[in-house]
């Protein structure tokens, strides 16, 4: 059974970090490019970062200004998005994606809140 399972989310005060980490299971993670995505209340899903299915190509959305690091551990089926210096507007629902060729799977989605 393809599972993706994410956690890390809470609230954070503004200018604090948080880490997220994406539990994949059931699929072959290390063949998989990864992304994460966000989703805040009345926002379309955007992509935040991604990174390649060995690790050596990242990307990352203009709008994170190089406060957030993807990083994977493919024998542990892991990926990782490190996030510092969140603002409010980081506040939204943070999904991981694992995609190759048509194939692609999602997980639940871990809340992330941003507030004094």
């Known amino acids: 059974q393809v599972q993706l399972v994410e956690s890390g989310g809470g609230l954070v005060q503004p200018g604090g970090s948080l880490r997220l980490s994406c539990a994949a299971s059931?699929?072959?993670?290390?063949?998989?490019?990864v992304s994460w995505y966000r989703q805040a209340p009345g926002k379309e899903r955007e992509l935040v970062a991604g990174i390649s299915s060995y690790g050596n190509v990242k990307t990352y959305a203009d709008s994170i200004e190089g406060r957030f690091t993807i990083s994977r551990d493919n024998a542990n089926k892991m990926v990782y998005l490190q996030m510092n210096s969140l603002k409010p507007e980081d506040t939204a629902v943070y999904y991981c994606n694992a995609k190759r060729a048509e194939l692609a799977y999602w997980g639940q989605g871990t809340q992330v809140t941003v507030s004094s």
């Open positions: 059931g699929f072959t993670f290390s063949m998989y490019a």
